[in-house]
C-alpha cells in the first residue's frame, strides 16, 4: 500500500509540473518576435567611462545621463583616492563628496563601479591594515544607502591604484609573506561586512582568491548564497598585455579553466593597457571575453587597443555582447482569461551576451488596460542570474487574476526591474529585440492582448 501510494504521489507532482508548462488552451496564440542588432544601454553591463579621480572630480548628472541616453553606456568608474587619510579619519567633506556622485549617478540612471586607494604612485604609499579596517567603518553607512547604484566594489585599498601590488604596507612588488596575506585577507573580509550582502567584490588576480579562500572554483550549487565564495569575482585591468596579462597570470593552464567555471556565477571585467597584436586581436579578444564571461569593459582605455578592433571589425559585437543580452524568442498565450481564474503563459528566450546579470533581480508579468492604461503587476517565480550566455530559458508564468480585475483587453508586457529600483524604468532590463521595448515604462510589450471577462 505504501509503495502503491507513492507512486500516486510521483504521478500527481509529474502531473501537476505538466500541466504548469502546458498552454491554457488550444486557442493560444504563438508570437515569434524579431531579434535587434542597434546597441543600447542596459543596466549593469556593457562598456564603461572612466570619470577621472573620484575625490576630486565632480560627478555631472547631465553628463552622465548623455553615457546612458546617447552612447548606450550604463556604467561609471569611482576610483576614490584616500591619500590625505592614510593616518587619519575620513573626514566628512569626503564622505559629502561621495555622496554627491552617488546622487548624481541615480540622478542619471547609471551605476558605479567603486574602487577606493590611498596612491597612484609605485611608492605604494598606502594605509596600514588597521587604518584601512577603520576607514571601511566610515564608509559602511554610505555603501549601504547608495548600493541601490552601487554596480559592485572592486577591492581596492591595497598598493597603488589599490591593484594590490606596489604597497608599503601588505607586502610589495609579488613579495608576500604569511602576515602580508593574512592582512590581506582581513581588509578584504572587511569590505565584504560593510558592503551589503547584495553586491559582489572583485579581486585584482586569480591568484589573491585562490591564496586567500580556495583554490577550487565556486560550484554551482553554491552560487548567489551570499557566502565570501560566492560573492568574490575578478578583474583584469591589463587585458591581452602581454602573455601573462602583465602578471595578472601566474600560471595560466591551471588559471584560465579556474576562472572559466568562476565567472559563469561572478562578476567580470576590467580594461586593456596596452596593445599586443596578435593576443590583443580580435580573434583572442572576443575569445578571452566569451571564455571568462566578461561583463563590463573601460571604453576610454587603452585606445590602441579598442580602434584595432574597430579596424579589424569586432568593436560592434563587443559592444552588444558585454555582459548579458536578452531576447525573446516566442510567447505563447491565451486570448481570454476569466476575473479570479488562472492566465497561463510561457515565454522562450535566449543569452546572446557572454554573461548572465550578477546583482539578484526579479522578473514579472504585466497586464494593462488598453483603454484606461491601468496595470496590474503579477511576479513571476525567475532569476535572471541564471540566464546562462548562449542557452535559452522558457518561463512559465501562472497568475491568479483578482476577482475584482475590470473586464477588457489588456497588453501583456514583462519586466526585469531592479530589485531596489523598481519604479525606474531606466533601471529595468530592455530585450533585444524590435518594436518591444518601452523606455517610458521599462516594460518590454509581448505583442499580444487578453480579454478578460
Same mark, same amino acid.
Given at each position: ?38 546597441? #543600447? ?60 556622485? #552617488? ?24 594605509? @596600514? ?38 604597497t608599503q604596507n601588505f607586502g610589495n612588488a609579488g613579495v608576500i609573506s604569511a602576515t602580508d596575506w593574512t592582512n590581506r585577507k ?33 560550484? @554551482? ?22 602573455p601573462d596579462d602583465f602578471g595578472t597570470y601566474e600560471n595560466p593552464s591551471v588559471e584560465y579553466p579556474y576562472l572559466a567555471a ?20 580580435? @580573434? ?112 512559465? @508564468? ?44 521599462? #516594460? ?10
Open positions: 500500500m505504501a509503495g502503491t501510494l507513492r507512486r500516486l504521489a510521483a504521478c500527481l507532482c509529474a502531473c501537476t509540473a505538466f500541466l504548469a508548462a502546458q498552454p491554457a488552451s488550444a486557442a493560444d496564440t504563438t508570437v515569434t518576435y524579431t531579434p535587434s542588432a542597434e546597441n #543600447f544601454a542596459n543596466p549593469e553591463r556593457g562598456l564603461y567611462h572612466h570619470t577621472g579621480d573620484c575625490d576630486k572630480q565632480v560627478f555631472d548628472a547631465a553628463v552622465l545621463r548623455n553615457y546612458r541616453t546617447q552612447q548606450g553606456i550604463s556604467l561609471v568608474m569611482c576610483v576614490f583616492y584616500l591619500a590625505e587619510f592614510r593616518s587619519a579619519p575620513i573626514s566628512q567633506a569626503a564622505l559629502t563628496h561621495l555622496q554627491r556622485q #552617488f546622487d548624481a549617478a541615480r540622478t542619471a540612471g547609471v551605476k558605479v563601479i567603486l574602487r577606493f586607494a590611498y596612491t597612484t604612485s609605485t611608492d605604494g604609499a598606502d594605509a @596600514p591594515k588597521d587604518h584601512v579596517l577603520a576607514h571601511l567603518d566610515q564608509l559602511a553607512p554610505v555603501l549601504n544607502a547608495n548600493s541601490d547604484v552601487i554596480h559592485l566594489m572592486q577591492a581596492g585599498f591595497i598598493g597603488a591604484w589599490g591593484e594590490w601590488y606596489y582581513a581588509v578584504t573580509d572587511k569590505i565584504l561586512s560593510v558592503l551589503p550582502a547584495t553586491r559582489m567584490v572583485q579581486l585584482r588576480t586569480p591568484k589573491f582568491k585562490r591564496t586567500m579562500y580556495s583554490a577550487s572554483p565556486l560550484s @554551482p550549487g553554491d552560487a548567489y548564497n551570499g557566502t565570501t565564495l560566492a560573492r568574490l569575482g575578478h578583474h583584469n585591468d591589463c587585458f591581452l598585455a602581454s568562476e565567472t559563469t556565477y561572478l562578476a567580470m571585467g576590467g580594461e586593456t593597457c596596452a596593445p599586443n597584436p596578435p593576443r590583443s586581436s580580435c @580573434p583572442t579578444a572576443t575569445s578571452e571575453l566569451s571564455s571568462f564571461h566578461w561583463t563590463y569593459l573601460n571604453t576610454d582605455y587603452h585606445t590602441g587597443v579598442l580602434d584595432s578592433w574597430r579596424a579589424e571589425g569586432c568593436m560592434a559585437d563587443v559592444t552588444r555582447r558585454l555582459g548579458y543580452r536578452f531576447t525573446l524568442q516566442t510567447g505563447t498565450f491565451p486570448s481570454a482569461a476569466t476575473r479570479g481564474g488562472q492566465l497561463r503563459a510561457s515565454i522562450s528566450l535566449k543569452n546572446d551576451g557572454w554573461a548572465a546579470p550578477t546583482n539578484p533581480r526579479g522578473a514579472a508579468l504585466v497586464l494593462r488596460n488598453t483603454a484606461t492604461g491601468a496595470y496590474y503587476w503579477f511576479t513571476v517565480e525567475a532569476d535572471p542570474r541564471r540566464w546562462h550566455p548562449g542557452s535559452t530559458t522558457t518561463i512559465y @508564468p501562472a497568475v491568479t487574476l483578482p476577482a475584482d480585475m475590470p473586464t477588457g483587453i489588456y497588453t501583456l508586457l514583462l519586466v526585469l526591474p531592479d530589485n531596489q529600483l523598481t519604479s525606474r524604468p531606466d533601471y529595468s532590463i530592455r530585450f533585444g529585440n524590435e518594436n518591444v521595448w518601452e523606455a517610458t515604462t521599462g #516594460f518590454n510589450n509581448l505583442r499580444h492582448t487578453v480579454t478578460v471577462s
